[in-house]
């Protein structure tokens, strides 16, 4: 459905909702909340706590010294964008306030409240917020580990490999060359990221190698704003790109990295000179040996307060939790940490959570001056769910005329830049 007025002034106040719930938590308890993981839920948290909650004592947990986002990491794939303007350093959480811890954590005993690091110290907490991101599944696909990553990359987890590996294949690819992307099925990080993609991919190629191919196998017969995709690859790219849903066997279930062939379900050998495989994933190892995950891998949370259903003051955020409908999303995970914040300021003062309301637009570049965007508003009570009449879709091509749609998807391309902007600002500026 068209992102229409009337159904943005639906989702305004609900949206104005997530910066005014945390101002109904009246009482300052002081107490201290530990984080782990500095990435998209954790350093908004710890922003957050720092700048509504000034009596926390607010400890950030960050196994790196810097933080490589994957929002825009797929530009870097199309020239516009180096490695280091998406790339941030903590100084600036520190300088307010926040106690930076530059190990891994190792484990967490929720019994005596603490969280062991890799030096073998003990961090205390009184509240932990727990955003650790995601684990790769190696060997979910037969063949693939992580030695054959290094020749057929991933590229999905910058703290592991950074895009520059895929961008580095990609510019030495031969002449007419195939790039192959393997789609692994839902849940996974960011629904409408392959398809981000393979859009900066083509508009790589389209510069620099326009006979080449891209052949994209994917394990759903579905994706995120597909209409919108396809409607944008016919026509930036056309003969280009070559997408297969798992009904026309595209679900891949082996790789030969020393071949360069993805082998799909019913035996076809897809060769590529380059081969992106993402991989089936979940929550990050900490989440999971702490036993906050369920078995699916994913860790499940209740839906009013991002509280873990499995373990008692640990809040778990971004793309570890289960929190379909919300995709798992940088913004997704900026919101969770909000309230997250907001309910452990709440819970240390013996108030009740205030309401929940989430956010989430995951815009998407698709050429130069071209984005697309979804936006859903949710509400987190016994169960998350979107609220009806909420959000929307930017437009297809049919319903947009000549200029008025090269304007609209231009415009939505500057909407996106301001938006990295201003959550990356929010992180760590
Ligand atoms: C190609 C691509 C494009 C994307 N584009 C967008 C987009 O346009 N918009 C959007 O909203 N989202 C986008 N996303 C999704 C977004 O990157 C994730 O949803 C988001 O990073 C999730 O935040 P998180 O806090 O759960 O994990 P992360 O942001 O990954 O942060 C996890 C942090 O935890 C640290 N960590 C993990 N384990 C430990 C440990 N044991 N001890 C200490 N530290 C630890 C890691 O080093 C990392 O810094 C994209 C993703 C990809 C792959």
């Given at each position: 459905m068209p992102i229409s007025r009337r159904r943005l002034i639906a989702a305004a106040p609900l949206a104005a909702g997530l910066a005014v719930a945390p101002s109904v938590v009246r009482a300052q308890a002081p107490g201290r909340v530990v984080i782990i993981g500095g990435g998209f839920g954790g350093a908004s948290a710890a922003r957050f706590a720092r700048d509504r909650f000034p009596h926390l004592d607010v400890t950030l947990i960050e196994q790196s010294r810097s933080f490589t986002t994957c929002p825009y990491g797929n530009l870097v794939l199309a020239g516009r964008r180096d490695i280091g303007s998406i790339t941030f350093g903590y100084e600036r959480l520190a300088a307010r306030g926040v106690r930076l811890v530059h190990q891994r954590a190792v484990a967490i005993d929720p019994q005596r409240k603490q969280v062991r690091l890799a030096d073998g110290v003990d961090v205390p907490y009184d509240r932990l917020v727990v955003s650790p991101g995601i684990d790769l599944r190696w060997g979910a696909i037969e063949g693939y580990d992580e030695a054959a990553s290094a020749r057929m990359?991933?590229?999905?987890?910058p703290g592991l490999q950074p895009v520059t590996a895929l961008a580095e294949q990609l510019r030495a690819m031969p002449q007419g060359g195939t790039f192959v992307m393997a789609i692994p099925d839902n849940p996974f990080r960011c629904p409408p990221g392959p398809y981000e993609r393979i859009s900066m991919v083509a508009e790589y190629l389209k510069r620099h190698n326009p006979r080449a191919k891209i052949i994209a196998l994917d394990a759903k017969n579905g994706f995120s704003k597909q209409p919108l995709f396809q409607d944008a690859w016919a026509e930036l790219?056309?003969?280009m790109i070559e997408w297969r849903g798992a009904s026309n066997?595209?679900?891949?279930?082996a790789v030969n990295p020393a071949t360069m062939e993805c082998v799909t379900e019913f035996g076809d050998r897809v060769k590529g000179d380059v081969v992106n495989v993402i991989p089936p994933q979940m929550a990050a190892r900490i989440a999971r040996d702490a036993g906050l995950a369920a078995q699916s891998g994913w860790c499940p949370i209740k839906p009013a307060t991002f509280e873990s259903a499995q373990v008692p003051d640990i809040w778990v955020l971004g793309d570890a939790s289960i929190a379909a409908p919300m995709p798992k999303s940088g913004f997704a995970a900026n919101t969770q940490a909000k309230h997250a914040i907001a309910c452990i300021a709440a819970s240390l003062a013996g108030q009740a959570p205030p309401p929940a309301v989430y956010f989430n637009t995951c815009y998407s570049h698709v050429g130069e001056d071209y984005g697309i965007s979804i936006v859903g508003v949710y509400r987190g009570g016994t169960q998350l769910t979107e609220v009806e009449g909420s959000g929307g879709i930017s437009p297809r091509n049919s319903a947009l005329e000549g200029e008025r749609r090269a304007e609209h998807r231009r415009l939505e391309a500057l909407y996106a830049d301001g938006w990295y902007d201003a959550i990356t600002g929010e992180m760590f500026g």
């Open positions: 990359p991933h590229c999905w987890v790219y056309p003969g066997d595209g679900r891949v279930m």
